[in-house]
């Protein structure tokens, strides 16, 4: 199993910029993709960013391009999220997710671990 611990979440003004961490333990060889999904309450699960195991590879959703990044250590095996220009409306509870070989699909059930989740909230 593939275990994932996020930080780096919390509150802040519209227009500021956070950094999400993810760091993976365990069975981390199995992993091919690690990414982030986000939660709002009262709507569906929405994919955020995600990047191939070498880093070489990133996609990102279309409601955060151009104002969120994500990247990867691989020494420390760990994912982030660098969030710019924040707005309320990206106001969730982020997941950190990794994933196998389908992973690139970027389809939640793509993902079989998740991270149990930080909040990030942007007030107006």
């Known amino acids: 199993q593939v275990q994932l611990v996020e930080s780096g979440g919390g509150l802040v003004q519209t227009g500021d910029s956070l950094r999400l961490s993810c760091a993976a333990s365990g069975r981390t060889f199995s992993i091919y993709g690690m990414g982030w999904f986000r939660q709002a309450p009262g709507k569906e699960r929405e994919f955020v960013a995600a990047?191939?195991?070498?880093?070489?590879?990133?996609y990102h959703g279309d409601s955060v391009k151009g104002r969120f990044t994500i990247s990867r250590d691989n020494a420390k095996i760990t994912v982030y999220l660098q969030m710019n220009s924040l707005k309320p409306e990206d106001t969730a509870v982020y997941y950190c997710?990794?994933?196998?070989?389908?992973?690139?699909?970027?389809?939640?059930?793509?993902?079989?671990?998740w991270g149990q989740g930080t909040q990030v909230t942007v007030s107006s």
């Open positions: 990047i191939s195991r070498g880093g070489g590879g990133t």
């Open positions: 997710v990794a994933g196998g070989s389908s992973w690139y699909f970027l389809r939640p059930a793509d993902f079989g671990s």
